[in-house]
């Protein structure tokens, strides 16, 4: 039984949007972050199914580099979320608008 | 001082008073009441001045500023103080002050005392304004503040929702009639382009000035509206849910008057069919509410009625008097300045003024040491414990039926005499009313003062004090005295000489059809009247007494049924256009620059989601530009 590229395609589209939801609609910075996270895998599904179906390793290589980067920038991200708790005592976004003033 | 600075300042110091009254003692009850009655002393003081002063004797005080102007309409402020001003002054003054003392005793224990005298100065400047006013706009200005100050008044007893519904609905229907008197003012000075009443009247006597119709009565709107003529007289009745003195300054004496003094202020510019019309307009008026009289058991409706009833009678007469001039117009010379009918009409006027504040404060005094009970079925063997006020009430009820050598007599006599020369259909309303009004008033008297004590309340009566009885004892002696020319002279001045007085035999026919009146309608209401707690018409013949009280509510119901099912449905069909096509256009755009400015504001808000909002209108903008859709 072979899954046709649209498939994986649907999955990943479900997956971005739940993302994007989540990043517009809750309020808790951990998780805005894993909704990022959610939404950067959506695309990296996208791309090993491409490079899956045109038998190319281009996507592949494309996926090896947002894996490295991404755990780069999960260590940085949740230290900063770590740090505004410690600070601030809340990882509510709603609560954290120091910006406004 | 100048007369022209006294006038200033009597006309100033009641608004000082309710001013400071305003701003600094609306919790400093007793105060802010000592301020107003010793403005009204004041006003009183300054007006026996400029009355009595003998250097201001027969003189016209005038004296104008200019206030505003728009092009080329000018508008002034000014005073013109003659003969009918000092009257109508000595008027407002003189009771105005002793209604105020009277409010001492009966507002003693009112929660809002200072709202209420505060009220008093408000309209004291206000009906000194009309008073002394030398041009329409400027008695219009303040034509609306005595409404204003009306409206004050009758809701003082805000927490009751009759009084509420009772003082929108006085000024709801004055609008009414002064939308006409705008009319009128806008007119008169479109056609003369002036509105001062000197100027009118040089011009008026310059000849060659023909004067329609229409715009004498459109000022007469101002009248029927403020004087609650025919068919605006619903408010007047309605307007007794206020204390008992506004009723005496306010809704008999001084406001309700000012309709009349309006009239004769511009009897220069009436016509024969105007003149007819406001005639029968007072006869209808006058007939009407002294029949609605006889089926009242409050005792301020019956007071509130018979006021109707003798406003009537003033623009009656003031219409019948000019009818003489005018037809006979070479008769007269122009120069004479005051003519019977105006006479006649500001004659009734003073002693109206007199005697009805009288029955009004009687009546406060009645309403104070029963206890707040209003109800003359409920009250009764009150002459035994309120000797001064059955004895001054007394008074004011032969003053107001027309009891040779009183007042009364000869004020209405003079109009019946009037009536007599001109009118003898006009005569015979007019004398039947009289019979109705000594009727009602002698059934009113006989019921509350005689019999048994019929509650609670009148068991316990008590005489009141002597800031509530002094004044009823003035206005009693004014009442007795207000008739006699020598006395009437001294104020009105060259105004008195123009009242209508019968002669010789005349004299005679007159005095005996004054007592004829007095004895029928009297005698068979003190025969028919039982002092009980039923009304003897309604239960002897139920159909007279029921037809009566339709007839009184008629109005009501024509004018409830008028508002509630025509013009209220019409109101909506008209809002609803315009919410959707006047009101939509610019609420829309409105709109549309209120998401501009919401959307702006989440740059700057600090919300992280307003971010991501705008973050993904930037990726938008960026990938239409790419794609070359912009």
């Given at each position: ?101 | ?346 004659f ?62 000869f004020?209405?006599?003079a ?66 005295v207000g008739g006699y020319s020598g006395i009437f002279s001294k104020?009105a001045?060259?105004f008195a000489e123009?009242v209508?007085e ?129």
């Amino acid at each position: 039984m072979t899954i046709s590229l649209n498939a994986f395609l649907i999955v990943a589209g479900l997956l971005f949007a739940i993302g994007f939801f989540g990043v517009l609609l809750r309020y808790n910075t951990l998780v805005l972050y894993m909704c990022l996270e959610l939404m950067l895998n959506a695309t990296t599904l996208a791309l090993v199914a491409f490079s899956r179906f045109n038998g190319t390793p281009d996507g592949n290589t494309f996926v090896f580099f947002i894996i490295t980067v991404a755990a780069a920038e999960v260590a940085v991200g949740l230290a900063i979320i770590v740090q505004l708790y410690r600070r601030r005592g809340t990882v509510q976004v709603d609560e954290l608008t120091a910006l406004k003033d | 001082m100048t007369p022209v600075t006294t006038t200033l300042a009597l006309l100033l110091l009641p608004l000082a008073s309710a001013a400071v009254i305003a701003l600094f003692l609306r919790r400093r009850h007793n105060l802010a009441a000592a301020l107003s009655v010793l403005a009204a002393a004041g006003i009183a003081a300054l007006a026996a001045c400029l009355i009595f002063g003998a250097e201001n004797r027969g003189q016209t005080i005038t004296g104008s500023l200019e206030w505003l102007t728009l092009g080329p309409l000018t508008l002034k402020l000014g005073f013109l103080v003659d003969d009918l001003a000092k009257l109508m002054l000595s008027v407002v003054a003189f009771v105005g002050f002793l209604i105020h003392v009277f409010s001492l005793g009966y507002m003693h224990d009112d929660a809002a005392k200072a709202r209420f005298f505060g009220g008093l100065s408000v309209f004291m400047f206000s009906m000194l304004g009309i008073v002394l006013a030398d041009n329409l706009f400027m008695i219009f200005i303040f034509w609306e503040l005595v409404g204003f100050s009306s409206y004050l008044l009758i809701n003082h007893y805000n927490q009751k929702q009759s009084a509420a519904d009772a003082s929108k609905k006085a000024f709801i229907v004055n609008r009414v009639g002064d939308f006409g008197f705008l009319l009128g003012i806008i007119w008169c000075w479109w056609q003369f382009k002036t509105v001062n009443l000197a100027e009118l009247t040089a011009l008026r006597w310059q000849g060659g000035t023909a004067i329609s119709t229409a715009l004498p009565l459109l000022l007469f709107c101002g009248a029927v509206g403020k004087s609650a003529q025919f068919p605006l007289q619903v408010w007047l009745p309605d307007a007794m849910e206020g204390p008992t003195p506004v009723s005496a300054l306010i809704h008999a004496a001084t406001m309700v008057a000012a309709g009349i003094y309006m009239l004769c202020r511009i009897n220069f510019l009436m016509t024969v069919d105007a003149v007819q019309a406001i005639m029968w307009i007072g006869v209808a008026t006058a007939a009407y509410a002294a029949l609605c009289a006889v089926v009242q058991r409050d005792i301020k409706k019956v007071l509130a009625y018979s006021t109707l009833s003798q406003l009537g009678y003033m623009v009656a007469a003031f219409g019948l008097g000019q009818l003489v001039w005018l037809e006979w117009p070479q008769a007269d010379t122009p120069h004479q300045l005051w003519f019977w009918g105006a006479a006649a009409a500001m004659f009734h006027l003073t002693t109206h003024a007199f005697f009805k504040a009288l029955l009004f404060l009687g009546s406060g005094s009645v309403i104070a040491g029963c206890h707040h009970e209003q109800d003359i079925f409920k009250m009764g063997g009150l002459w035994k414990k309120m000797p001064v006020t059955f004895w001054t009430f007394t008074i004011g009820v032969a003053a107001i039926v027309g009891l040779p050598f009183l007042s009364g007599f000869f004020s209405k006599d003079a109009i019946l005499y009037l009536a007599f020369l001109n009118n003898k259909a006009v005569f015979g309303i007019l004398t039947a009313t009289a019979v109705l009004t000594a009727f009602y008033m002698v059934r009113m008297w006989k019921i509350t003062f005689f019999g048994e004590a019929r509650s609670h309340e009148s068991e316990h009566a008590h005489e009141t004090g002597l800031t509530m009885t002094l004044p009823l004892i003035v206005l009693a002696i004014l009442s007795v005295v207000g008739g006699y020319s020598g006395i009437f002279s001294k104020i009105a001045g060259s105004f008195a000489e123009a009242v209508p007085e019968a002669h010789g035999s005349a004299h005679t026919g007159m005095l005996l059809l004054s007592c004829g009146i007095l004895l029928l309608g009297g005698g068979v209401a003190w025969v028919f009247y039982k002092t009980e707690a039923t009304d003897s018409l309604a239960a002897k013949s139920p159909a007279a007494f029921g037809l009566l009280v339709k007839l009184q509510e008629l109005f009501d119901r024509l004018y409830g049924y008028y508002v509630a099912k025509v013009q209220q449905r019409f109101a909506l069909v008209l809002d609803f256009f315009d919410f959707i096509f006047v009101a939509g256009v610019p609420r829309f755009t409105a709109q549309i620059t209120s998401w501009f400015g919401s959307g702006a504001r989440l740059l700057h808000v600090g919300s992280l989601h307003g971010y991501v909002y705008w973050f993904l209108f930037g990726a938008a903008l960026c990938w239409a530009i790419a794609t070359g859709l912009l």
